[in-house]
């Protein structure tokens, strides 16, 4: 075995395991408490992939279907089915039948949600900004234009 190809290997090995690291720090209930303390409406991190996925598809000037948000959230179509229906029921998002395909149905933010959405958002980049607050803005700069390319690499090895 040749000693450049050990010292690659732990090199992916330590990257891999610092963006797991990440991930599972934001999963922590601590950091969940953080984050959906008063957002009263949005009780956990499924319903906000929910309404975040919804956006997303509104940004683009459609309403989202139920395929939308499994994909945007990267589970199956019956799971983001049930989380869907919790987030109607709760007043966050409208479902109506699409206008161009009456089989699917069309998912929009109402003012509920909409704002709930937006007071995550704020917190969400909050604790990142107080994370990151004795850092140089050089530092986050690169560190961003970094995440940024792995991000697009990530999702375009994903769609292959």
């Not at 499924?46 to 939308?68: F, K, M, P």
Request: glycine content about 4%; hydrophobic content about 40%; some cysteine.
């Amino acid at each position: 075995m040749c000693y450049a190809y050990i010292v690659t290997q732990a090199r992916y090995d330590r990257l891999d395991d610092l963006l797991t690291r990440i991930h599972l720090a934001r999963q922590r209930p601590a950091w969940r408490r953080r984050l959906l303390d008063g957002a009263d409406s949005v009780t956990n991190v499924s319903t906000l992939r929910v309404l975040r996925a919804v956006e997303e598809c509104q940004r683009s000037g459609a309403g989202a279907s139920i395929r939308d948000v499994a994909e945007f959230m990267a589970v199956e179509q019956s799971t983001a089915s049930r989380t869907v229906a919790a987030s109607v029921a709760a007043g966050l998002l409208t479902k109506t039948s699409a206008p161009d395909d009456q089989r699917r149905c069309a998912l929009v933010l109402t003012d509920v949600g909409r704002k709930a959405l937006a007071t995550v958002t704020d917190r969400r980049r909050d604790l990142v900004a107080e994370t990151i607050a004795d850092w140089p803005d050089t530092d986050v700069d690169t560190l961003v234009g970094l995440l940024d390319r792995l991000t697009e690499r990530f999702e375009g090895a994903g769609t292959e």
